[in-house]
Nanobody
Framework: VQLVESGGGLVQPGGSLRLSCAAS????????MNWYRQAPGKGREWVEG????????SDLESVKVRYTASRDTAKNTLYLQINNLKPEDTATYYC?????????WGQGTQVTVSS
């Protein structure tokens, strides 16, 4: 099983990024897929997710309007579009696959928002 995040980097405030999470080794369409982030010195927090049947779920009110998760089952890939990036979005972003009996984490991709 592999989850490989990509798309992070250094971006100026107000910019946009699209993160990707490429999945392999399991039946992608049967798993809920989630994005988490972990800012320096803080715990990991759930940001947004996609259910196995492509329902979208969000937790943080402050990011709902700027974060959009999506999934492409044909490519076994989860995405996270982040618009109007703010310095407080600086964090390592992780994807997590959740099945009925198991779950998997990716290694993370760093997003740094700074001028």
């Amino acid at each position: 099983v592999q989850l490989v995040e990509s798309g992070g980097g250094l971006v100026q405030p107000g910019g946009s990024l699209r993160l990707s999470c490429a999945a392999s080794g399991f039946t992608f369409s049967s798993y809920a897929m989630n994005w988490y982030r972990q800012a320096p010195g803080k715990g990991r927090e759930w940001v947004e997710g996609m259910t196995a049947d492509n329902g979208r779920t969000s937790d943080l009110e402050s990011v709902k309007v700027r974060y959009t998760a999506s999934r492409d089952t044909a490519k076994n890939t989860l995405y996270l579009q982040i618009n109007n990036l703010k310095p407080e979005d600086t964090a390592t972003y992780y994807c997590k696959a959740v099945g009925r009996r198991d779950y998997y984490w990716g290694q993370g991709t760093q997003v740094t928002v700074s001028s």
